[in-house]
């Protein structure tokens, strides 16, 4: 099975190191390559592409805005030198995203992602994740003038403040401008079910729960009225 591949990025730098890791790769085919997002557009009207790798910090077009443009995009591993694309990147459901710059052994890794996606036949836009691939994956938080990589598997619980959220995990906490329902998006329901209008949790990370109260660590954390009847279904069927 061969991907069709199609490279979209302004630096010809990056383009030469994506073309060069892929010739030791048998299965990848660069079809083409696009300096910009628009010139992309034409070749996926006019030619069959398995999978892109886009850049998203692009003149026109960014990678992120042309992505949404698309009603059924290929399978998508994001390159990028900013690490705050990530969250848009996770929220748009790519492959992987890969930092620039990368050695082939993380090229290969986002590869073998892809490949297995295409033989198992799984669509890029399914309504939910397993948790099994949730598992060992990590979601980026951007915090003032930082960006925190944080484990998913570290996650105790997230609270709203406002405009603002509060990522509790086993070892820091971190204050991030952004809304709880953003938070969400990046997360599998049915191992963060969200329990309260203000209250996100890690399911793994339950204690105890009493009443209209669910136990992590030292905090007590409510279970809302029109949220308890989904939660407890959930726990039910665990």
């Known amino acids: 099975m061969n991907i069709r591949c199609l490279i979209i990025d302004d630096e010809p730098l990056a383009q030469r190191v994506i073309e060069r890791y892929a010739e030791n790769v048998p299965f990848l085919e660069i079809i083409q390559k696009c300096n910009n997002a628009v010139e992309a557009i034409d ?55 890969l930092m620039k710059p990368f050695a082939f052994d993380r090229f290969y890794k986002a590869i073998q992602k892809a490949e297995e996606l295409m033989r198992g036949g799984e669509h890029r836009h399914s309504e939910s ?43 820091k906490m971190i204050v991030s401008y952004q809304s709880l329902k953003n938070i969400e998006t990046l997360l599998q329901p049915n191992s963060f079910p969200r329990i309260h209008k203000s209250f996100i949790i890690a399911l793994s990370r339950i204690d ?18 029109n949220f308890k009847t989904d939660f407890e279904k959930l726990i039910k069927s665990i």
């Open 43 to 97: 070749v996926l009207h006019n030619r069959e592409v398995d999978l892109l790798f886009l850049d998203i910090n692009m003149p026109r077009l960014s990678g992120i805005d042309f992505l949404k443009t698309l009603k059924h995009p290929p399978l998508v591993i994001v390159t990028t030198a900013y690490a705050e694309f990530a969250i848009q990147g996770y929220e748009l459901d790519v492959v992987d995203y």
């Open 129 to 171: 994740k397993s948790v099994e691939k949730q598992e060992d994956t990590f979601i980026f938080i951007k915090s003032s003038k930082k960006t925190y990589k944080v484990n998913l598997a570290e996650i105790l619980y997230i609270e709203a403040l406002g405009d603002y959220v509060k990522i509790y995990t086993t070892d």
């Open 208 to 225: 105890m729960i009493e009443g209209n109260h669910v136990k992590i660590k030292d905090r007590l954390i409510p279970i809302g009225t």
